[in-house]
């Protein structure tokens, strides 16, 4: 969801309507309506249409997974992964790991996600809870707090993707393949 439509000319432009129209009946005809109270309920009921519709996803390449459940295939670049009111899978057993140290963030806020490495990638998983849960594969699990994962084929001093899986009220799980 893009939060730029909260601050669009047209929320804003309705609102102020809302405001004349009230401050104008309540001095000629003496009404009395909750302008804010009014706008906030309307918006709310906009906001929930939009979701029944669909009306918040967007068909791209985006690595954000947004009330919906899908799948995220990562190749060979550096980024940041959503996965927001949803459930989806980030698999990163195809990243092209090239002997040069690679970051990426799993992020998981109100939902479950479900991160792929490979067994033969040197990986260093740093999975950050905020009451939530995040199992690893050595059967480790934080709800709150951090804890550090190094797969087999990781050596200290040697370059590796790093995963920084976060997870905010949800469930994070990464599974090595």
């Known amino acids: 969801m893009k939060m730029g439509f909260c601050f669009s ?31 906030f309920a309307l918006f709310l009921i906009y ?37 927001i009111f949803g459930k989806g899978t ?4 195809g990243v092209d790991f090239k002997d040069k140290d690679m970051t990426l963030e799993a992020n998981t806020i109100f939902g479950a996600s479900t991160v792929k490495i490979s067994s033969t990638v040197p990986t260093m998983v740093k999975a950050n809870a905020a009451f939530g849960n995040a199992k690893l594969p050595d059967g480790n699990a934080a709800a709150v707090g951090t804890y550090l994962y190094k797969n087999k084929a990781y050596k200290e001093g040697k370059p590796c993707l790093t995963v920084n899986a976060n997870v905010v ?3 994070v799980e990464v599974v090595e393949q």
Do not use: M
């Open 9 to 39: 000319g047209l929320v804003w432009g309705a609102f102020f309507i809302l405001l004349g129209l009230a401050v104008i009946l309540k001095h000629t005809l003496n009404i009395d309506i909750p302008v804010v109270r009014l706008f």
């Open 169 to 171: 009220f949800g469930e």
């Open 47 to 83: 906001l929930g249409v939009q979701i029944i519709l669909g009306g918040f996803r967007r068909e791209s390449r985006a690595a954000n997974v947004v009330f919906d459940q899908r799948r995220v295939e990562v190749s060979n670049s550096d980024g940041q992964y959503n996965v």
């Open 90 to 93: 980030v698999d990163l057993t």
